[in-house]
């Protein structure tokens, strides 16, 4: 089945979507940029430390950032009002929880009441209708909260190594019924032939890359029309960039790529970002975008793995629902009392949702 690969983790990687590399390659190689909507407007965090710095984006629609807020929008249009611009604060394309503030320094609450008002300054000049800070970590959120910034609740639903030996050791702390879907799952990969091959870093060739990127365009294409919003540029700066930081699943029929599956790592947690198949097999999304990454995060002694945005079809397969918090800034005071009413309707939904979610898990019960 999946090849096992054992890194050295030693390194102290950090998130990678907050690496300074990783939001200029977004910006040079044009996938996030004024022609696509996202105009960087990034703030220099202080002088000490020339790499510091707040993303800040503006954004002429609500395209690739997963906190939906088109209602919004158009409530406002109805009102004869422009909701566009605003300004984000976000990892474009990437919705998955972290740190906010490239760089190092330690902040202190003075500092960030000072950037909220250098981001309602700029939004006022800009006649930007509010501010969005999306998928915060508990630091961010709790740094930038104040009376002045609504705080919306969201859902996602991640797996967590509870000191696994391997897989068999995770399937064991399942129920029976669903312990046996994954292995007939797992199985069936068998009895296509397929095999899956697990490459990290410089290890994922040319070849490969460019294989992914078609199917990358290919899925999006499928999906909604469009080639996605990274171009292959962009691919090609983080393979060069941050290699230290890749793993892409590979699966193979008859000794041919079939299909691929993204991820970034760091030293606690793995993320799945993109996949996309030649045709389409049994259960091997499930194969290359869970159980895969999975078996990788087991193997490497990671704590957690982000598999991404939306899917209650991983609660069954282990993956458990957690809460994510974004903070956004109406500059409008009456729809700023009238979207505040919304979200507290919303949060109370999203906590009814999540204990149901809770009641799906598959584990065994103590």
């Not at 490239?102 to 000072?114: A, F, K, N, P």
């Not at 000049?125 to 930038?144: C, P, Q, R, T, Y």
């Not at 919306?152 to 991640?158: E, P, S, V, W």
């Not at 490459?199 to 294989?211: A, Q, V």
């Amino acid at each position: 089945m999946t090849l096992k690969k054992t890194l050295n983790l030693s390194e102290n990687l950090t998130n990678p979507f907050i690496k300074k590399v990783f939001i200029d390659a977004l910006s040079e190689s044009n996938s996030a940029c004024a022609e696509t909507g996202w105009e960087p407007l990034h703030i220099k965090i202080n002088q000490g430390n020339a790499g510091a710095f707040l993303p800040l984006y503006l954004k002429t629609h609500s395209m690739g950032e997963y906190v939906f807020d088109h209602v919004w929008a158009n409530a406002y249009h109805r009102n004869g009002l422009e909701y566009y611009p605003k300004l984000v604060t976000a990892i474009p394309f990437t919705p998955s929880m972290g740190p906010r503030i490239v760089g190092s320094d330690e902040l202190t609450r003075i500092d960030y009441v000072e950037l909220v008002s250098k981001i309602t300054e700029i939004a006022a000049n800009l006649h930007s209708s509010s501010w969005h800070l999306l998928f915060g970590n508990a630091n961010v959120i709790n740094s930038f909260k104040s009376p002045d910034l609504l705080t919306r609740k969201g859902i996602q639903y991640h797996w967590y190594n509870r000191g696994y030996i391997d897989f068999d050791d995770f399937l064991n702390s399942l129920t029976s019924r669903k312990r046996k879907m994954i292995k007939k799952e797992r199985e069936s990969i068998s009895r296509q032939e397929i095999t899956v091959s697990i490459l990290t870093g410089k290890k994922i060739d040319t070849s490969i890359w460019d294989l992914f990127y078609r199917l990358y365009e290919r899925t999006y294409a499928k999906r909604n029309g469009t080639r996605g919003y990274l171009t292959k540029e962009f691919f090609s700066l983080v393979s060069s960039l941050m290699s230290d930081q890749l793993m892409m699943a590979v699966a193979m029929q008859h000794e041919e790529p079939i299909a691929c599956a993204l991820y970034f790592y760091d030293s606690e947690c793995l993320y799945g970002r993109y996949w996309g198949s030649i045709s389409e097999y049994d259960h091997l999304h499930f194969e290359l975008c869970y159980y895969a990454g999975i078996e990788f995060v087991i193997t490497n002694k990671l704590l957690r793995f982000d598999a991404g945005a939306q899917g209650e079809h991983k609660l069954i397969r282990g993956f458990e629902p957690v809460e994510t918090t974004s903070l956004h800034w109406i500059r409008h005071p009456k729809f700023r009392v009238a979207i505040g009413s919304f979200l507290e309707q919303e949060e109370a939904y999203i906590v009814e949702h999540m204990e149901r979610a809770r009641q799906l898990l598959p584990y065994k019960t103590k």
